[in-house]
Structures are given as structure tokens and as C-alpha cells.
């Protein structure tokens, strides 16, 4: 998992999105990525299921770096 959040933090970093003041758009983006996980399960559309989990995933340690929230200290306390 360390790998992983710091792959994401990184990408996000190349990308210029770990601002702060883009939280709120972060936000929403996760939001959006949960619509797509909604449609994935209703559909029984598997693949699409854990493309949107991962998706969701990225954008939440993406939400996090920018809060300066520990990702690994959220799922620990989930």
C-alpha cells in the first residue's frame, strides 16, 4: 500500500493537483469515480467494478495528501 499512495502522490504532484484550494474539485471528482463504481455494480459490469474501486481509491489519496491526511491512518481507523 506504501508503494501505492506514494505512486499516486507522485503523479498527482507531476500533474499539479496536490494544492489544497483543489480539494473541493477532488472531492467531486471521487464522487463522480462512485457514480461510475454505482453503474459498474448494477450492471454486474466486474471489470468495470474494480476499475472505479481503484479510480475512487486514487482520487481519496489524492484528497488526502492534499488535507496532509495520512491515507494509511484513514484505513486504519475505517
Known amino acids: 500500500m506504501k ?4 505512486q499516486v502522490e507522485t503523479w498527482a504532484a ?5 494544492k489544497p484550494d ?3 474539485k477532488q472531492c467531486l471528482k471521487t464522487l463522480e469515480e ?6 459498474a455494480l448494477l450492471r454486474g459490469d466486474k471489470p468495470g ?3 472505479g474501486i ?3 481509491t486514487v482520487t481519496l489519496i489524492i484528497l488526502a495528501k492534499q488535507n496532509n ?3 494509511e491512518e484513514c484505513l486504519k481507523t475505517a
Do not use: A
Not at 508503494?3 to 506514494?6: E, N, P
Not at 507531476?14 to 496536490?18: E, F, H, P, Q, V
Not at 462512485?34 to 453503474?39: A, C, F, I, N, Q
Open 3 to 6: 508503494d501505492l499512495i506514494k
Open 14 to 18: 507531476d500533474k499539479g493537483i496536490l
Open 22 to 24: 483543489n480539494s473541493h
Open 34 to 39: 462512485l457514480g461510475e463504481v454505482s453503474r
Open 49 to 51: 467494478l474494480i476499475d
Open 54 to 56: 481503484g479510480d475512487v
Open 69 to 71: 491526511v495520512d491515507f
